[in-house]
């Protein structure tokens, strides 16, 4: 399977740093992309978001067996869990992707990252919602809620 990667990010105003990190691992028979967006309101939520991003694609290069949602479920909470004694305060968006074939993937998302199709001409098709309290009464538009 061939794999490519673009990642794009932009820092964001409430911050001077970008808490924005991504990790990609492959192996025979799949690849695991993991993007992650540090929250503004915790002081190391940016650290969180690359301890979670470089645990995780460690983990799944070194994993056995079938790797499911169920799988990847357990070990985000199994990292989180280990985590959170270091990051009371903090917390962190992510989207997980686990290509298991060129035609099958695997999507996993909390909070506002994104995952789109990209075309050249037509821009973005974004294929995810964002988990926030804009959208949690009904289905809000990305345009829309990036403008509140």
Same mark, same amino acid.
């Given at each position: 399977?061939?794999?490519?990667?673009?990642?794009?990010? $932009?820092?964001?105003?409430?911050?001077?740093?970008?808490?924005?990190?991504?990790?990609?691992?492959?192996?025979?028979?799949?690849?695991?992309?993991?993007?992650?967006?540090?929250?503004?309101?915790?002081?190391?939520?940016?650290?969180?978001?690359?301890?979670?991003?470089?645990?995780?694609?460690?983990?799944?290069?070194?994993?056995?067996?079938?790797?499911?949602?169920?799988?990847?479920?357990?070990?985000?909470?199994?990292?989180?869990?280990?985590?959170?004694?270091?990051?009371?305060?903090?917390?962190?968006?992510?989207?997980?992707?686990?290509?298991?074939?060129?035609?099958?993937?695997?999507?996993?998302?909390?909070?506002?990252?994104?995952?789109?199709?990209?075309?050249?001409?037509?821009?973005?098709?974004?294929?995810? $919602?964002?988990?926030?309290?804009?959208?949690?009464?009904?289905?809000?538009?990305?345009?829309?809620?990036?403008?509140?």
């Amino acid at each position: 399977m061939v794999v490519s990667v673009r990642w794009i990010s $932009q820092t964001g105003t409430k911050t001077k740093d970008n808490r924005d990190c991504a990790g990609v691992g492959i192996r025979k028979g799949g690849a695991l992309g993991v993007v992650l967006d540090g929250s503004t309101s915790g002081p190391d939520s940016g650290d969180l978001a690359r301890k979670i991003s470089r645990a995780l694609v460690d983990w799944y290069l070194s994993a056995e067996g079938e790797i499911t949602s169920e799988v990847l479920t357990a070990r985000i909470r199994e990292i989180h869990r280990a985590l959170s004694k270091e990051h009371r305060r903090d917390s962190a968006s992510y989207m997980i992707a686990h290509f298991r074939s060129r035609r099958e993937v695997v999507v996993l998302h909390a909070g506002d990252c994104l995952l789109g199709l990209n075309d050249d001409k037509a821009g973005i098709d974004w294929v995810s $919602q964002p988990h926030t309290l804009a959208n949690v009464a009904g289905n809000v538009s990305i345009p829309d809620i990036v403008d509140v």
